[in-house]
């Protein structure tokens, strides 16, 4: 029994998008283009030859393109300041008193937590936003008045 070229090709482009699954590689997801551009190039009835020269240059384009865009985009801040990673950033609280040292106890999410004061102007009460957390202790910006 001989498997007709199309179906090795869609058994590749199948085998790629499940280790990209399981591995969250995207750029596997752009070879598994080149593998499906090769597979419908074999139903048109193209050469061995055409079929690899598909799946290169969609595949390879694709990846390209992805890079490419990936490099334009800017970089994520670190997970300690990323609101993406952390829900607490971006977060409004209170301070009513700081310590000559810039540090304070707040109340926050039901809990008392340790912060300190980010920036080189003197720490003052009022309203603040979390802007980093450093293990258990909130990195505090004051807010911009509404």
């Known amino acids: 029994m001989s498997w007709a070229a199309s179906t090795v090709w869609w058994l590749v482009c199948g085998a790629l998008v499940a280790v990209e699954l399981a591995s969250g590689t995207f750029y596997l997801l752009m070879l598994a283009l080149g593998a499906a551009a090769a597979a419908l190039a074999a139903h048109a009835g193209a050469s061995l030859t055409t079929q690899l020269v598909c799946a290169a240059i969609v595949g390879g384009g694709a990846v390209t393109a992805w890079h490419l865009r990936r490099l334009r985009q800017p970089a994520a801040p670190p997970a300690e300041a990323n609101p993406d990673v952390n829900l607490d950033i971006g977060a409004h609280v209170q301070v009513r008193h700081w310590n000559a040292d810039g540090t ?39 807010a911009p008045p509404h």
Not at 111 to 140: F, K, Q, T, Y
Request: glycine share 12%.
């Open 104 to 142: 304070t106890r707040i109340q926050h999410r039901g809990a008392s937590w340790a912060a300190r004061h980010d920036g080189g102007e003197m720490p003052m009460p009022g309203n603040h936003v979390i802007v980093a957390v450093h293990g258990s202790e909130l990195v505090l910006r004051r």
